[in-house]
């Protein structure tokens, strides 16, 4: 979240968001119900600025009570600057097409944040609901899920370079280990030197600038060791995603 309210949108700028969702090539992930390959068919997405510019790509789940430890069915959608989740055309609600209505969690997801599900099932139907994840009085469900910035806006874990649904600085199955792996073993960076800047869409870019910083200014390491520190009185502890 930058100080004017917006996330930032600079991997759009930078021309680095992939067309087609990431997330059926990731680790650790499956889609479930008509969920997967949802593609940005209109170049002129990618194009919008200001507060609608597209952020990155998410994940959005619904689940039943009966069986909640197990999506009835993801979506890819895409995020906007001012947090709003929308289609693949860039303004539209997320549409599940082959749900049947009725009470679901909503659980919205990131591929290296921590996801977040609603304590609460909603009545979904062919109506529009909305659900605002950033405001602190949305139930949520399990312990510890997510963060609050500055201004009050709940936020997700940053963080999980390696994919294990955790958020760790230091110590085990740390994601600072993923982070200075990329860096060091770049084909570029011949020298291995801990401050080279590795360009692109990568896990290990935790602020979603488009770089991935080891050491040096505006790296992406520092700002687990702060998430811990704000979050926790001891920057070995770490977070888990409370979804089922
Ligand atoms: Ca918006
Ligand atoms: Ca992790
Ligand atoms: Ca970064």
Not at 130 to 145: E, K, R, W
Request: net charge negative; glycine share 10%; with cysteine.
């Amino acid at each position: 979240m930058l100080s004017n309210g917006l996330m930032r949108d600079d991997l759009r700028a930078k021309g680095l968001l992939p067309n087609t969702e990431p997330y059926s090539n990731l680790a650790n992930f499956q889609h479930f119900g008509d969920g997967g390959g949802e593609t940005v068919a209109n170049p002129a997405v990618f194009l919008v600025t200001g507060n609608d510019a597209i952020v990155d790509w998410v994940i959005v789940e619904l689940r039943s009570d009966n069986s909640i430890s197990t999506p009835i069915s993801t979506h890819a959608a895409l995020l906007q600057r001012d947090g709003d989740v929308v289609a693949v055309d860039g303004i539209s609600p997320v549409r599940f097409l082959g749900v049947a209505p009725g009470q679901y969690h909503v659980s919205v997801r990131h591929r290296n944040h921590l996801g977040v599900m609603t304590q609460e099932v909603f009545n979904l139907s062919n109506q529009t609901a909305s659900i605002d994840f950033s405001s602190p009085v949305l139930p949520l469900y399990g312990n510890n899920p997510c963060g609050i910035d500055a201004s009050g806006v709940r936020v997700l874990w940053l963080g999980d370079a390696n994919r294990d649904k955790k958020s760790i600085f230091q110590g085990p199955g740390n994601d600072i280990f993923s982070l200075f792996s990329l860096v060091m073993y770049q084909s570029g960076n011949v020298n291995h030197n801990s401050n080279y800047i590795v360009e692109g869409y990568n896990l290990a870019d935790f602020n979603l600038d488009g770089n991935a910083i080891y050491n040096g200014p505006n790296n992406d390491r520092s700002l687990t060791f702060i998430q811990a520190g704000m979050n926790c009185s001891f920057v070995n502890c770490g977070f888990s995603e409370q979804i089922p």
